[in-house]
């Protein structure tokens, strides 16, 4: 069992918040545990692209930000979406950064696990 506690964790700490750039420029938010696969996707090479994108490309990653769990990610997600697109270069570029995304909550579920987790060891 507490491998299975061990194995959630981590694949919950992947969790990412990604930027691609279609070929007009536009930019497209998202959350994946493997942002490149999900490019892939988006790109047509993979089954599962987001219909937003199809017939956008070329596509790039420009932008990756880790979020602590798929919650996180999500959160995160809907408020860059809400940003200016101004904004959003400016976060690719590297000169900008909103203060929503340098905190990373601690969700109760996350502590009742490590709190359950280390019970199941002793």
Known sequence: MQSAIIAETAEASQWQLYLVRTSSGSLYAGISTDPKRRLR???GELAGGARALRGKGPLQLVWTFTACNRSHACVLE???KQLKKA???RL???HWQPD???HSPATQ???DSV???STEVA
Request: proline share 0%.
């Open 41 to 43: 996707q988006h790109q």
């Open 78 to 80: 809907y408020q860059l």
């Open 87 to 89: 904004d959003k270069e």
């Open 92 to 94: 690719v570029q590297g």
């Open 100 to 102: 929503w995304l340098l």
């Open 109 to 111: 579920s996350t502590v």
């Open 115 to 117: 709190q359950s987790a």
